[in-house]
């Protein structure tokens, strides 16, 4: 099983990867992991090699779960991918979530990525590269990317899931984790 989460900033990507890869045994990939270096250093962009260089290490096995958006990061991995799970939740959930989770994370400090230092401030906040502002900016040209992806034909064998409501978060990981013990 090699699954792909998508959806936008703030929809609970990393949430959801974390309990299917439990749920599953799988390995878990966490994109922005990957990609923030110290000193929020974007690697996406300083770095390209090193960002896909280390995709492509993390997604090497045969089971895993990825979450994240990253461009350069969906050309390797989609090829491999056997599900698209796309968290394809209403502006107002994706905002109150992505709010509540930069408001826990400036208050409580802690780092965001281990060895990183990267942790959230409020000071940030009104860049338009914080994910308050991007998932608001993002959050409709990200559906129409997300739903040609759904229709590309390139992706005709993978098993797609389009969830439009959290409580159908829960169902899925359920059901894909009986599977993967049947498969």
Same mark, same amino acid.
């Given at each position: 099983?090699?699954?792909? @989460?998508?959806?936008?900033?703030?929809?609970?990507?990393?949430?959801?990867?974390?309990?299917?890869?439990?749920?599953?045994?799988?390995?878990? #990939?966490?994109?922005?992991?990957? !990609?923030?270096?110290?000193? %929020?250093?974007?690697?996406?962009?300083?770095?390209?090699?090193?960002?896909?260089?280390?995709?492509?290490?993390?997604?090497?096995?045969?089971? %895993? @779960?990825?979450?994240? !958006?990253?461009?350069?990061?969906?050309?390797?991995?989609?090829?491999?991918?056997?599900?698209?799970? %796309?968290?394809?939740?209403?502006?107002? #959930?994706?905002?109150?979530?992505?709010?509540?989770?930069?408001?826990?994370?400036?208050?409580?400090?802690?780092?965001? =990525?281990?060895?990183?230092? !990267?942790?959230?401030?409020?000071?940030? =906040?009104?860049?338009?590269?914080?994910?308050?502002?991007?998932?608001?900016?993002?959050? !409709?040209?990200?559906?129409?990317?997300?739903?040609?992806?759904?229709?590309?034909?390139?992706?005709?064998? @993978?098993?797609?899931?389009?969830?439009?409501?959290?409580?159908?978060?829960?169902?899925?990981?359920?059901?894909?984790?009986?599977?993967?013990?049947?498969?």
């Amino acid at each position: 099983m090699r699954v792909v @989460v998508i959806g936008s900033s703030g929809s609970g990507k990393s949430t959801f990867g974390h309990r299917l890869s439990g749920a599953c045994d799988l390995a878990r #990939v966490e994109l922005d992991a990957l !990609n923030w270096a110290p000193g %929020w250093v974007d690697r996406s962009k300083t770095d390209l090699e090193d960002f896909v260089r280390r995709v492509e290490a993390a997604v090497r096995g045969d089971r %895993w @779960v990825t979450d994240g !958006n990253y461009r350069e990061a969906m050309i390797r991995i989609l090829p491999r991918a056997t599900h698209l799970i %796309w968290l394809d939740y209403s502006r107002a #959930v994706v905002m109150r979530r992505v709010i509540q989770r930069s408001f826990v994370r400036a208050v409580g400090q802690q780092e965001l =990525w281990p060895g990183t230092g !990267n942790r959230e401030d409020f000071r940030r =906040w009104l860049s338009k590269e914080h994910p308050i502002r991007w998932a608001w900016d993002t959050y !409709n040209r990200r559906r129409l990317q997300y739903e040609a992806l759904f229709a590309e034909p390139r992706l005709a064998a @993978v098993s797609k899931h389009r969830l439009r409501q959290p409580r159908e978060a829960e169902p899925l990981i359920a059901r894909l984790a009986a599977d993967s013990l049947l498969g």
